[in-house]
């Protein structure tokens, strides 16, 4: 099983509509949690963090749920301006006290005139 | 505003020959990281430095050697290039390794021949 595993879509989604990706880890022993935007041929860009109590920028909301071990990220009123791939990111301790940040292979949104 | 800088953005090189990324950020970041983006693979870390004079092995580190002789600057360099290290590779940088995310450069499409 990935550590960290995305769907890696299309999402196709008219304009104004709202979407939702999700994201699931493997490892309990995950610290920190967030959402990256990469455009394409662009670099990856910090969209948000993603706290345990959930937070909000705009039209974009994260949230965690430990329980079940996954994150989302919800797009309310897309533009096509969102059009990207979204990639989310799992930091944990491991038992030897370093950190590892793994990165999820993405999911790509496209939203539609 | 800079951020993080890389040169060059783009390069071919032939199998054998050998070559050096730069990396800048000028946000006083303790910690920068080189990773390689391929299709379908997302970004896997190959090297990393907790601060200047310290480099530390990623996940895939065959083939590659870095270095960090001052805090605003991590090098990449291939000593001998193959067609398997054809790739975009990023360089990041952040304040800590837990809390908060990375600033990733524009990127270096390295093509090898």
């Known amino acids: 099983r990935k550590e960290v595993e995305q769907d890696p879509g299309p999402f196709n989604v008219p304009e104004g509509a709202t979407v939702a990706f999700n994201c699931t880890y493997s490892n309990s022993a995950s610290q920190s949690f967030f959402w990256y935007r990469q455009d394409c041929r662009k670099e990856p860009k910090l969209l948000m963090s993603?706290?345990?109590s959930g937070n909000e920028d705009g039209r974009f909301t994260a949230q965690l749920n430990r329980a079940s071990q996954y994150i989302s990220l919800l797009i309310r009123d897309s533009k096509l301006s969102d059009s990207a791939t979204y990639l989310c990111v799992v930091n944990l301790i491991r038992t030897s006290g370093t950190y590892k940040y793994i990165f999820g292979t993405g999911t790509r949104l496209k939203v539609l005139a | 505003n800079a951020g993080v800088t890389q040169t060059p953005k783009f390069r071919v090189l032939k199998t054998g020959q050998s070559m050096t990324l730069l990396c800048a950020q000028d946000m006083n970041h303790e910690y920068m990281y080189w990773y390689r983006q391929d299709p379908g693979m997302g970004l896997r870390l190959i090297h990393y430095?907790?601060?200047?004079?310290?480099?530390a092995k990623g996940e895939v580190p065959d083939g590659y050697n870095v270095s960090r002789l001052k805090k605003q600057n991590f090098l990449l360099g291939l000593e001998s290039a193959a067609p398997s290290q054809t790739s975009v590779y990023f360089c990041?940088?952040?304040?800590?390794?837990?809390?908060?995310?990375?600033?990733f450069g524009s990127g270096t499409r390295l093509t090898v021949v």
């Open positions: 990041a940088s952040s304040e800590d390794r837990n809390y908060y995310g990375y600033t």
């Open positions: 430095s907790v601060g200047e004079g310290t480099t």
């Open positions: 993603v706290y345990s």
